[in-house]
């Protein structure tokens, strides 16, 4: 059975770094692309960036050039690597690995920024 698991979030203070994980296991698929979404308390889910295997990211405004989506397609892992995290940043993040059968979607990871 095909699962994903986030990792890597936590408290981190305003202007600080954390790197979230995406990792999949079981049997073997391909996976085509990845997302990355984010769900504060009181607030409707968004996406936040996207890549897919060949290489294509998108961000949403919100994290240009603080975010940086990468998925290695041999591994079937995915990264976010969150700089200069603002409060407004925090929120549950979830991964969704894309394949030709279903997409399949991570539980979570709490990414709490605050001093």
């Known amino acids: 059975q095909v699962q994903v698991v986030e990792s890597g979030g936590g408290l981190v203070q305003p202007g600080g770094s954390l790197r979230l994980s995406c990792a999949s296991s079981?049997?073997?698929?391909?996976?085509?692309?990845m997302d990355w979404y984010r769900q504060a308390a009181g607030k409707q889910r968004e996406l936040v960036a996207t890549v897919t295997s060949g290489g294509i990211t998108n961000y949403a405004d919100s994290v240009k050039g603080r975010f940086a989506i990468s998925m290695d397609n041999a591994k079937r892992m995915g990264n976010l690597q969150m700089n200069s995290l603002k409060p407004e940043d925090t929120a549950v993040y979830y991964c969704n690995a894309r394949t030709p059968i279903r997409d399949y979607w991570g539980q979570g990871t709490q990414v709490t920024v605050s001093s």
């Open positions: 079981g049997t073997v698929f391909r996976v085509y692309a």
